[in-house]
């Protein structure tokens, strides 16, 4: 191998790499920012055990650039939540916590299956 293989070699090993580390940083912080706003737009309210699920199922959409599926899952949690008071449970219960979860679980299941980027939720299309 000669010296300008070499070096090439290097040169590009080094811009992959750095290509690399630049893609895996997490996008966190714009994400969170991001979630919040869409959390608290579908009246889920903070410092709340829905607020927290809203947060992590919202969050983890807009980190993987699903925004159609964050506002989806926001609006989810907005419902849930409602649909958990509506059944009784009590909002600083374990119940109400595992009710809001399942409820945004069955949700985005139904959700991430009729992606198809319209913003329909097959749960609701007639």
């Not at 997490?26 to 607020?51: G, L, T």
């Not at 989810?76 to 945004?104: H, M, T, W, Y």
């Amino acid at each position: 191998m000669s010296r300008t293989q070499f070096v090439t070699a290097v040169v590009l090993g080094s811009l992959t790499a750095a290509a690399t580390a630049f893609a895996a940083q997490p996008m966190s912080a714009s994400a969170q920012a991001q979630a919040e706003q869409a959390c608290r737009s579908h009246n889920v309210q903070p410092r709340s055990s829905a607020w927290e699920l809203c947060l992590s199922h919202v969050t983890r959409a807009y980190e993987w650039g699903e925004l159609t599926l964050a506002n989806q899952l926001a609006r989810a949690a907005g419902d849930a939540r409602q649909s958990c008071l509506e059944e009784g449970q009590r909002p600083e219960s374990q119940g109400f916590r595992a009710c809001v979860n399942k409820e945004i679980e069955a949700r985005s299941e139904l959700l991430i299956l009729g992606d198809d980027q319209s913003g329909v939720n097959v749960a609701e299309a007639k």
